[in-house]
């Protein structure tokens, strides 16, 4: 039992990283799974009373030994008793139905438990594989005589994740005062910035409503209202009305120039 | 030009390069033989890789070829390397299997599947490169979808997604032997 | 142990490492195996390469033994190098970090937030075009203004850069209270 084996474990007060181990239970559904099979019982009629006592006595158990009882484990528990509750109220049997055609109170818990195991059972396998750096081993350089070419300039490999994790690193360590505004919150700005650029290339001035033409909705026309204004305050483009309630031009400030190099 | 300088020109780029090299690219290297020389070449390689007293093979791994140890002399290049192998928790085997097998797929989808919450796995997975972010759902609140990586497929040998077991496989292999898969679990090992 | 079995292992051995492997580390490695036996394994290894249709030589260099590529495929090695994807370094990718979560912006802002000089870099992302010059800003000095490119988008398979996953998502997987930290798989420790 699992209980007999904590307090054992706990005999040995000093050894923290057995605290660790003993909610070895990877969640709500590993323990249920732990409990259906130890009591050998069919999956597809879980006992619920006794399922549920078991369950709950288990996290008591946690508690007690004041571990840290995650919050889906709690949720988890109310299910159950959910479930078992409905299971004691008498059926409303529809006549013109089939009686197995009433979804039992247990069906989607047995789906998840079942998805479960089967992907736990996946992941088994996973691990038994012959993992590299571990049972292979494969060469993790190239050789020099590869080397010693001159890298041509192509594209690199690189994962989005790896370009947002920059950033965030960048912004951990950058002066404070850049924290402010134009944050990433604002992507959407940002695409609204690029699309106003470009459609003012070439043009001497457009109308302020033509650049909210692209769609109606909320979140663009704010997008856009704020891209603009971000532009005025980078002092790319400029905002003119020669007279009160009067067209709106905006026009482009920005110096362009197909030779543009570098400084 | 014969048979015998392909195979070793195909020995020579797979030798040199970190990574598992597909047909394809090893067939627009070299431009000049047919493909179908080249496969000869490289069918030829892992037969003797097999055949002779060879220390490595050849593999098919993440839709590539790549030269690789055998698994039985892992303990003699251990004492040899000193970085320690990559370990994984039961919980990020777990997320692993389910992003394989189901993606692409949401934060929120794993979750489900798996009961607890995931955003740290999910983090450290990709540090690690075994899985990424694949882009947006299209669905209210735009969440991020992940799949596996190539990385994913080189760590754990697979010559490509298809050809992890299936999930009837899986379950069949259970059935099978049910209980002892419990193992890994110190709290259910001492019952 | 047999010769075979030997030369298996050393063979093993002397592929995965990056730098050539002396005779006595050889043997302080295996050091089940004999003197001998090793120096025995190691000159038929050499001999085989020789006298099998192989496009790699064990070579003596540096007081140790290391597996080259013959020199006569040196042509095709080249043009794998030309094929091989770049690698990003760090500063780059900040550098495009920077650009693609701040765009529009100046060399000096970019600066600014790096704490360094960026100016190579910033020619190198243009030179790949995946930043582009906007225009210049009109202000004292004229700066000019970076975006990421088309190119940009389409190495990241992103639809626009609204698709790009917001640092807010990624930190809340770094938040999320979890327990992928716990002890290693036992499975793996049993080693």
Redesign the interface.
Known sequence: MPESTQSQLFDEKDNIAYQVRIEAFEGPLALLLHLIKKNEVDIYNIPMAAISRQYLDYLDVMQELNLDVAGEFLVMASTLIQIKSQMLLPQITDPALDDDRIEDPRAELVRRLLDYERYRDASILLAARDVLERDVFARNFVSAEFDAFPAEETLPEIEIFELVDAFRRILAKAPRESFHEVGSENISIADRISDILEFLQGKEAVEFEELFAGSNTREYIVASLLAVLELCRLRMIRILQFETYGRILVKNAVIQSADTVME | MNA?AI???????L????TPLSLD?IC???EEFGRDDIRMAID?ITN?CNC?????EL?QVAGGY??????E??D??R???K?K??????????T???I??RQPLT?AEIE?????????????L??K?LI?????KDIPGKP?IYGT?REFM?????KDLAS??T?RE??E??ESD??D????????E??
């Open positions: 015998a195979k070793k020109i195909v020995e020579s780029i030798f040199v390069v970190d690219r627009t290297i070299l030829a003797d002779q007293e060879r220390g490595i593999v790549q030269f690789r140890s055998r698994p002399f892992a003699y290049i004492r040899l390397k970085a192998p990559a370990r994984f928790t039961p919980s990020a085997l777990e692993l299997a389910i394989a097998y934060r489900y599947l798996r009961g607890v919450d995931s955003g740290g796995i999910l983090k450290s990709l540090d490169k990424r972010i694949i882009g947006k991020l990586t080189e760590t754990f040998n697979l992890l077991p999930l899986i379950e292999l259970a049910s209980d898969e419990q193992a890994p679990l110190p709290l259910l001492a019952e």
